[in-house]
């Protein structure tokens, strides 16, 4: 369970991220869509503690994450940056985390074969292409065997069968009673994975609704959303 | 914090470039140190021994001191340039633990680093300055012995610090190479600036390293050995604060 209260983040002038407040609730995909610079972004890593609020708080299962000890057993996050080093294997990247965390060896294996990495594993990510990098930032993701998941477009950079591959990954995550909390810009592959929407347009929720009701009223999910995001803020 | 110590040696050892970085140091040292015995020893051939072996003896850690320096920079510079530093705080989000274990783990690295380099230069030097050599217990050669270890360890603390501070290798490599350069070309014996030059970190090291000489109006220092040491040591302390104090107080994006 997420909880963001009254979150708000100023970059000097700009309003990134304007009193947003919503609950994302364990059991289904929830999907969190905006055009681009809409503060999607800045929302993730506002939940991850990277930044700092400048107003409100973003709690995970009523904690601030800053707050978690050993967090990747609570929380297991993807950002849309890129966020390893390039000398170093995909394997030692998951390793480290692993045993930051107390996690043992066997543990960063497994998630090996569950993104399908075990032939690049053991090569510098310097080397991988954008698909690959995005199944070992799954990889490091599902660690901790979290239950909740954050991720930051995680379809980006992935061939069909890798699209096909999350789709069923995240269903069967929140199958099994996780939250599953997924930023994306693409709305047929969001029709066909999550249930709930929180949509937001330069920082602010215009909508926090279920995929059925959004798409229902305009005749297709992208036709809402279009209509939703060129309003502005209601 | 055990955990989070071991996850940072394993972070270091697992990039081959930044490790490399130390390669120069551990061979470079002792080589020059070497060579510099030699051409003292040929140079004082026949006459009374009335220089110091130990100026001889560490004079090349004035070059290997480099390397080190950059492998200081890199171990932090790199995990903000590739943006793993994200990653390092969502495993990790105590941000003074995470960079206390850093530090710690980078010492455990150096101590190593420079016990090899200080004993492997100490032989180099005395087999190049053969007669004129001194031995291992003799009067002050433990002292400097301990001197480099602590000297090449900050070095590399005050490259990190720094480099955490500024959260820029280019930034931090900027002020360290002229710094370090220009201290080892003897930047603390310039007259008109030795009152300040004098107490930058490496010259306030390189007494203990016997690389000034004692009592001497030029080339000596206003204070001994231990209190350089000293000099030295506030100097990283207030680079590593510099760099805690960046990391608690900023976001983790540029």
Known sequence: MIDIRHLTKRYGRTLAVDDLSF???????????????????????????????????????????????????????????????????????????????????????????????????????SGYSLGMTQRLGIAAALLGDPPVLLLDEPVNGLDPEGIVWIRHLLKDLAAEGRTVFVSSHFMAETALTAQHLIVIGRGRLLADTTVAELAGQAGSLEEAFIRLTAGGPR | M?????????????????????????????????????????????????????????????????????????????????????????????????????????????????????????????????????????????????????????????????TATLRSSIAALVILLPLLFLGGAGLGNIPQIKDFAQYLPDQAGMVILHLTVPDHPQFGRDYGPWTGLGIMALWTLAALLGGLFTLRRRDAVH
């Open chain 2, 2 to 162: 055990t955990s989070i110590l071991l996850s940072e040696w394993t972070k270091i050892r697992t990039v081959r470039s930044t490790v490399w970085t130390l390669l120069p140091t551990l061979l470079f040292s002792p080589a020059i140190a070497f060579l510099a015995g030699r051409s003292f020893s040929d140079s004082l051939a026949g006459r009374p021994r009335d220089f110091d072996p130990l100026f001889a003896t560490f004079y090349s850690l004035t070059l290997g001191q480099l390397g080190v320096a950059v492998f200081g920079v890199l171990v932090i510079g790199s995990e903000h340039s590739t943006g793993a530093i994200r990653s390092a705080l969502m495993a990790v989000p105590q941000r003074g633990k995470l960079y206390l274990a850093k530090v710690c783990a980078i010492i455990l690295v150096m101590l190593g680093i420079s016990a090899v380099t200080a004993v492997a230069t100490f032989f180099a030097a005395q087999a190049g300055l053969g007669p004129h050599k001194v031995t291992l217990g003799a009067d002050g050669v433990p002292e400097a012995l301990i001197g480099a270890v602590l000297y090449l360890t900050m070095i590399c603390l005050l490259a990190t610090g720094l």
């Open chain 1, 23 to 125: 609950t994302v609730k364990p059991g289904h995909v929830t999907a969190f869509l905006g055009p681009n610079g809409a503060g999607k972004s800045t929302t993730m890593r506002l939940m991850l503690g990277l930044d700092w609020p400048t107003h409100g708080e973003a709690l995970i299962d009523g904690e601030r994450y800053e707050r978690l000890r050993h967090p990747l057993h609570r929380v297991g996050a993807m950002l849309e940056a890129r966020s390893m080093h390039g000398g170093r294997t995909g394997y030692h990247h998951l390793l480290w985390m692993a045993q930051s965390n107390r996690l043992p060896k066997a543990r960063v294996n497994r998630v090996v074969e569950m993104v399908g990495l075990q032939d690049a594993a053991h090569r510098r990510v």
